[in-house]
């Protein structure tokens, strides 16, 4: 969508094929992308830095699940959560942890 142009006339829209998900970077340089977001099973993510643990919360902030792992890329289960808002605490090799909202579908 341009953001100069007249978004409410169909002929100014673009089509994609790319996966929904959401793009986050910190303040510490973090960059993380967490997709298919929303998701009815599995949550791809992708960090620039080593992952070293996923925290899942509610959104009152009870945790919920929590893994240990190792990689810069890789996936989580979570068909076992209801349906609702979650968030991903991440723990990252510099010592510095990032939060991104999930939805469970």
């Known amino acids: ?13 673009k089509a994609t094929s790319s996966t929904l998900g959401i793009q986050h970077a910190d303040g510490g340089g973090a960059y993380v ?16 830095i080593t992952v070293q643990g996923i ?9 919920l699940e929590s893994y240990q792992v190792n990689f810069k890329s890789g996936e989580i289960t979570i068909g076992e959560l209801k349906n609702g808002i979650y968030f991903l605490k991440l723990k990252l090799e510099n010592g510095k942890s990032t939060s991104i909202k999930i939805v469970k579908k």
């Open 1 to 13: 969508i341009d953001v100069n142009s007249d978004n409410s006339i169909a002929t100014n829209w």
């Open 33 to 48: 992308r967490v997709y298919p977001n929303p998701s009815a099973e599995k949550i791809n993510i992708n960090s620039a």
């Open 55 to 63: 925290g899942i919360f509610n959104i009152l902030g009870a945790q």
